[in-house]
């Protein structure tokens, strides 16, 4: 047991006095090494990924598998060669292309991303159909409906002076006669033939 009196016990009141325990100083951030991953292609190729690579803005490390789609039906040296062949502001979406084009291929090896677009073709034709029909259907409704509209807004002829008083045993309770009804039923198809 060391006494307050040796060496070590005054080192460390020595120290302590030069170093307080709050420090004014914040410690700086330590920050890790800064790594630069290789881009998706230049890992599925085994090769070493330079600053320049082609490839590395549009296969990040992120999706190896888009650009493993893109290099099992059109190579990598023919990526390269068509990326370079566009000026960079269509790289993007060429690239982009040539994922959905392999992915295409690989749910449909004959006829890839055409087949997609022919059975979309295809489908919009049977919808416009689909449309066609209950437009006309809808026409005809209307047609129905202002026919409808056009008789029950038909008013009775006027009939002669006298003329209830002559046929009343042959009026019905709502005042109508049979003539008023054949009058009507004239009407409804002539708007029917119409």
């Given at each position: 047991?060391?006494?307050?009196?040796?060496p070590?016990?005054?080192?460390?009141?020595?120290?302590?006095?030069?170093?307080?325990?709050?420090?004014?100083?914040?410690k700086?951030?330590?920050?890790?090494?800064?790594?630069?991953?290789?881009?998706?292609a230049?890992?599925?190729?085994?090769r070493?990924?330079?600053?320049?690579?082609?490839?590395?803005p549009?296969?990040?490390?992120?999706?190896?598998?888009?650009?493993?789609?893109?290099?099992?039906?059109?190579?990598?040296?023919?990526?390269?060669?068509?990326?370079?062949?566009?000026?960079?502001?269509?790289?993007?979406?060429?690239?982009?292309?040539?994922?959905?084009?392999?992915?295409?291929?690989?749910?449909?090896?004959?006829?890839?991303?055409?087949?997609?677009?022919?059975?979309?073709?295809?489908?919009?034709?049977?919808?416009?159909?689909?449309?066609?029909?209950?437009?006309?259907?809808?026409?005809?409704?209307?047609?129905?409906?202002?026919?409808?509209?056009?008789?029950?807004?038909?008013?009775?002829?006027?009939?002669p002076?006298?003329?209830?008083?002559?046929?009343?045993?042959?009026?019905?309770?709502?005042?109508?006669?049979?003539?008023?009804?054949?009058?009507?039923?004239?009407?409804?198809?002539?708007?029917?033939?119409?």
């Amino acid at each position: 047991m060391e006494t307050s009196g040796t060496p070590a016990s005054s080192f460390c009141r020595s120290t302590s006095s030069l170093f307080p325990s709050t420090s004014p100083l914040p410690k700086p951030p330590i920050h890790p090494p800064v790594v630069h991953s290789p881009c998706a292609a230049c890992k599925i190729l085994r090769r070493r990924c330079s600053g320049g690579c082609v490839l590395a803005p549009y296969f990040p490390p992120t999706e190896p598998l888009e650009f493993t789609a893109a290099h099992r039906v059109f190579g990598a040296s023919n990526i390269i060669k068509f990326l370079q062949e566009l000026p960079e502001s269509q790289r993007a979406d060429a690239a982009s292309s040539l994922v959905y084009e392999a992915n295409a291929r690989a749910r449909d090896p004959v006829y890839g991303s055409a087949g997609i677009i022919y059975q979309l073709q295809r489908q919009a034709e049977g919808l416009q159909s689909q449309l066609a029909r209950a437009r006309a259907e809808l026409a005809a409704m209307q047609a129905h409906r202002e026919n409808l509209i056009s008789i029950l807004s038909v008013k009775p002829w006027p009939f002669p002076a006298g003329f209830e008083e002559r046929y009343s045993p042959y009026m019905d309770r709502g005042g109508s006669s049979s003539a008023d009804d054949h009058s009507q039923a004239s009407v409804w198809e002539e708007s029917l033939w119409a």
